[in-house]
C-alpha cells in the first residue's frame, strides 16, 4: 500500500537530504535527480493519479520537474519528464517569500523522480504523493 506522502530524497556528495541547495562555488547550472519511487503503476492502480508540490526559497533561480518512467528497472534513458509538472524561476520572478507551486498529473507510471536545474538558491522540499 503505498505511502500518503512523502518528500523527495536527493543524494548530494554521499548524503542523503530532501532540500538541494545551489553551491556556493558552482559557476554553472547545476542538475540533480532525486532517488526514484514508487509510482501508481507500480501497485497496479488503473487511476494513475500523483500529487506533487515544490517548495523554492526566494532565491531560487532555475526548473523543477516530475520525470516518470514505465520501465520496472529503469535505466537513464528510459525517463521521460511529465508534462504539466514544471516549475521555471528567473531572476525576473521577484518573490519575498518561499514560493509552493502545485500538480496533479495522471498516468499510470512505474516510476517517478523530481528533476531539479538550479542556477541559485534552493529548493527547500519536494514532497510526493500517490
Known sequence: MPALSKSLEFTINSSTVVAVTYPNT?????????????????????????????????SFIGTITMQATLATEPVE??????????????VFNVR?????DLYNFSGNFVWVRGHIR???????????NH
Open 26 to 58: 558552482a559557476t554553472d547550472v547545476m542538475i540533480y535527480k532525486s532517488e526514484k519511487q514508487k509510482g501508481d503503476g507500480y501497485y497496479g492502480n488503473s487511476d494513475g493519479l500523483h500529487t506533487v508540490a515544490y517548495t523554492a526559497t526566494p
Open 77 to 90: 534513458s528510459d525517463w521521460f519528464n511529465v508534462v504539466g509538472t514544471t516549475s521555471s524561476y528567473t
Open 96 to 100: 519575498t517569500t518561499s514560493t509552493v
Open 118 to 128: 538550479i542556477a541559485d538558491g534552493a529548493v527547500e522540499v519536494i514532497h510526493y
